[in-house]
């Protein structure tokens, strides 16, 4: 069963929380436009360090969805088990072991996202969004994401600066309701907080100034394609029929079917 949410915020599931989520994707300002194809992909993290991986995850199969099933070729499905498996680009920056032991720092989350084939990252640091205009440039920078077909982005914040449990934590954002000046945060612990709508001015307070554990701010990362290169095929290619070896193997087959054939035929005329 998952916590309460605070006062300041409003469930998805909520009837408010749903005409809300309703208007934005009605409205011609685009700020919902990718939110379904994030909410499709939604992935709960698998443990309470896991929340960049289940991000990035979600982000990554928005963006590059289809499954990955090796006989389909070049088709890719990102988990929080593969994760490390289909670029080992990452593995530079941390793995899963690291990961599960202390989180994920907010610049190992932008490197191993940037690595991705296929993707292109833009990070903004909690100091860089102060520095060229606070919450403004902060809610400029997530109306513009919203508004741009495939991008998604990934919000570094503390827990605690929105009356929640615990302190820093990583989750995708997925549209903004601007009457309200809210932002929909996808909490990727599921079991812990459901989906909910948060005042603009809140995020931005709750992104991390130093986290105690990890001694290093938070951000937003925004997470989109990269048009001037093709995604790799990331899957083991198997090896091409030789056809040498199937003639071999149906000359062989014939000539194990011909003499078991003659043996029959054999017994019956003696």
Same mark, same amino acid.
């Given at each position: 069963? =998952?916590?309460?949410?605070?006062?300041?915020?409003?469930?998805?599931?909520? @009837?408010?929380?749903?005409?809300?989520?309703?208007?934005?994707? =009605?409205?011609?300002?685009?700020?919902?436009?990718?939110?379904?194809?994030?909410?499709?992909?939604?992935?709960?993290?698998?443990?309470?360090?896991?929340?960049?991986?289940?991000?990035?995850? #979600?982000?990554?199969?928005?963006?590059?969805?289809?499954?990955?099933?090796?006989?389909?070729?070049?088709? !890719?499905?990102?988990?929080?088990?593969?994760?490390?498996?289909?670029?080992?680009?990452?593995?530079?920056?941390?793995?899963? *072991?690291?990961? &599960?032991?202390?989180?994920?720092?907010? #610049?190992?989350?932008?490197?191993?996202? #940037?690595?991705?084939?296929?993707?292109?990252?833009?990070?903004?640091?909690?100091?860089?969004?102060? *520095?060229?205009?606070?919450?403004?440039?902060?809610?400029?920078?997530?109306?513009?994401?919203?508004?741009?077909?495939?991008?998604?982005?990934?919000?570094?914040?503390?827990?605690? *600066?929105?009356?929640?449990?615990? !302190?820093?934590?990583? &989750?995708?954002?997925?549209? /903004?309701?601007?009457?309200?000046?809210?932002?929909?945060?996808?909490?990727?612990? !599921?079991?812990?907080?459901?989906?909910?709508?948060?005042?603009?001015?809140?995020?931005? @307070?709750?992104?991390?100034?130093?986290?105690?554990?990890?001694?290093?701010?938070?951000?937003?990362?925004?997470?989109?394609?990269? #048009?001037?290169?093709?995604?790799?095929?990331?899957?083991?290619?198997?090896? &091409?029929?030789?056809?040498? !070896? $199937?003639?071999?193997?149906?000359?062989?087959?014939?000539? $194990?079917?011909?003499?078991?054939?003659?043996?029959?035929?054999?017994? /019956?005329? *003696?």
């Amino acid at each position: 069963m =998952s916590l309460n949410l605070p006062e300041e915020m409003i469930s998805l599931y909520s @009837d408010e929380g749903n005409k809300m989520f309703i208007e934005t994707l =009605s409205k011609e300002d685009g700020y919902g436009r990718n939110a379904l194809k994030v909410l499709n992909n939604m992935e709960t993290q698998k443990n309470f360090a896991f929340c960049g991986i289940a991000s990035c995850v #979600t982000v990554l199969n928005a963006l590059l969805s289809n499954d990955f099933k090796p006989e389909l070729g070049p088709y !890719r499905h990102f988990n929080q088990e593969n994760f490390f498996t289909f670029n080992k680009e990452a593995l530079k920056f941390t793995d899963d *072991k690291q990961v &599960s032991s202390r989180g994920m720092r907010f #610049t190992e989350l932008v490197n191993v996202l #940037t690595c991705q084939n296929g993707v292109s990252v833009q990070s903004h640091s909690k100091e860089e969004i102060e *520095k060229q205009g606070g919450l403004n440039h902060f809610r400029e920078i997530c109306k513009k994401a919203f508004q741009t077909k495939d991008n998604f982005p990934i919000i570094y914040y503390s827990r605690d *600066k929105v009356k929640q449990e615990g !302190r820093g934590h990583i &989750s995708p954002l997925a549209a /903004y309701h601007e009457e309200k000046d809210m932002i929909l945060l996808l909490d990727v612990s !599921r079991f812990k907080y459901e989906p909910a709508w948060i005042n603009t001015k809140l995020l931005y @307070d709750s992104l991390l100034e130093t986290d105690p554990i990890l001694q290093q701010s938070g951000g937003i990362v925004i997470v989109s394609k990269n #048009t001037d290169s093709q995604p790799k095929p990331n899957y083991r290619k198997t090896n &091409s029929p030789n056809p040498i !070896r $199937i003639f071999l193997g149906l000359l062989g087959g014939s000539l $194990i079917i011909g003499s078991i054939a003659g043996f029959f035929v054999g017994r /019956y005329l *003696k």
